[in-house]
């Protein structure tokens, strides 16, 4: 942590005081007035890294003695944070107020997590340079050179989009991201989460070894994000006016930016089950302490990504950064998914081909009533009111949720089952604890 924190800062400061050079090559298509409140912004929310640097850690400790709850929890007071400068902070110290939320999110990050770390036998020493010997943190570094170059070019990913989107028209950035952010949400929900929760478990069998459970449980994780994510594209892709309108159609979101958010949504759902299988993917090689593997195959589909975005962007402009993003996303996905079954020699494939052809089948019978339930909502509503389209998403999303989860049934979809067994199970848990609190009361009467 010292380590972190010593760095962190460094840099931190360092970007801080040549912010001005940085905002201008990033968003060069920024006006004066523009660049200025933007090197603010910067400046202040450099203090974030900090705090989610040290949560950071403290997210680690806590995820490998598998205590996801507080894990799960720190995002939620992030985002808290963030609304609460909205809320306050905006409106006694004007826009920056923004800035200033963020970094109180992050602080709420690394403050959540901060009593289990100290239960799990947490405690600060301000250690420092003897330990940078430590075999353990030489090692530390060598797996964390890789993985932080393959962040970095996460971040070139999105530099590059900021640079092109900010030479088209005023609010291109923005709808671009107004849409990644939509579909951030499932990415979030189902892909990273699994992915996390997994991952202790993926590095116990290969510190052992034991690559048939490995294998196993990597195909059970892969085949559970594709039955949640396939389907939620589908429902995404359909739904994409209707969601737009419902989160963002109000206020100076004209139809102009409206119809372009949800054409880029469109855009990413296509490629949602691929990203959202990248973070499994990455740490099953983490898991195996191979950091550099995922590294290079990002470098490919950075490449990819540039290379796409200077082919379309002339013609498409901002939907045209959208789909060089998720093809650089399919692509990413399947390079570490062929580069993993090569190292493994079978990832259950079988079982694998098996469930994604049941998952599709589903998703095309819930697509179809989906689309056929849409119209028939039509006749009995206004689309012209935010009332009107919710209650349009909401049926035709229910409807075709109930299909999906009926023809999986009929399938016999192995995913379905693990669904519904751990729902019942998860119910019949509390039935179970509130009868045996019912029964102390009795006995105690």
């Not at 107004?178 to 996390?196: K, M």
């Amino acid at each position: 942590m010292n380590l972190a924190v010593g760095l962190i800062i460094i840099f931190s400061a360092l970007f801080c005081i040549f912010s001005p050079f940085l905002m201008k090559a990033i968003t060069p298509g920024f006006s004066p007035e523009k660049m200025e409140q933007v090197v603010m912004f910067t400046r202040i929310m450099f203090l974030s890294p900090l705090f989610l640097g040290i949560s950071g850690i403290f997210g680690g400790v806590l995820t490998s003695f598998k205590r996801f709850f507080i894990y799960s929890l720190a995002p939620i007071f992030y985002n808290l944070g963030i609304i609460f400068g909205i809320l306050v902070f905006v409106r006694f110290w004007g826009p920056i107020g923004l800035a200033w939320g963020v970094v109180l999110g992050a602080f709420l990050h690394m403050l959540t997590q901060y009593p289990s770390s100290r239960q799990l036998g947490f405690k600060y020493s301000p250690l420092f340079i003897m330990h940078i010997f430590d075999h353990e943190v030489r090692k530390v570094f060598r797996l964390m050179i890789p993985r932080t170059l393959g962040i970095a070019v996460n971040q070139i990913n999105l530099f590059v989009i900021t640079i092109f989107a900010s030479l088209l028209a005023p609010g291109s950035l923005a709808i671009f991201n107004f849409a990644q952010n939509l579909q951030a949400v499932p990415l979030g929900i189902i892909g990273v989460s699994f992915a996390i929760a997994v991952f202790p478990t993926l590095s116990a069998f290969s510190s052992k070894n034991d690559n048939e459970n490995f294998a196993k449980t990597f195909s059970e994780t892969f085949r559970q994000i594709l039955f949640f994510i396939i389907p939620l594209s589908v429902f995404i892709f359909l739904f994409r006016a209707q969601i737009v309108r419902v989160v963002l159609g109000a206020g100076e979101f004209d139809w102009e930016d409206t119809r372009l958010t949800f054409q880029c949504l469109g855009i990413f759902s296509l490629s949602l089950f691929a990203q959202s299988a990248v973070p499994l993917l990455a740490r099953a090689f983490y898991a195996a302490h191979d950091t550099k593997t995922p590294f290079y195959i990002a470098l490919v589909s950075e490449a990819v990504n540039i290379s796409a975005v200077v082919l379309l962007i002339g013609k498409y402009n901002i939907l045209g950064l959208a789909i060089a993003f998720s093809l650089a996303s399919i692509v990413q996905m399947f390079l570490l998914l062929s580069v993993l079954r090569f190292r493994y020699d079978n990832l259950d494939d079988r079982e694998i081909v098996i469930s994604v052809g049941k998952i599709v089948i589903a998703t095309l019978f819930s697509g179809a009533v989906i689309q056929g339930s849409k119209y028939v909502v039509t006749s009995f509503v206004s689309l012209n009111t935010f009332l009107g389209v919710f209650f349009q998403l909401s049926v035709a999303a229910v409807l075709g949720a109930l299909v999906f989860l009926l023809i999986s049934y009929l399938l016999k979809s192995e995913e379905f089952m693990m669904f519904r067994d751990s729902i019942t199970k998860r119910i019949f848990k509390k039935t179970k604890i509130v009868l045996e609190e019912d029964t102390g009361e009795v006995s105690g009467m």
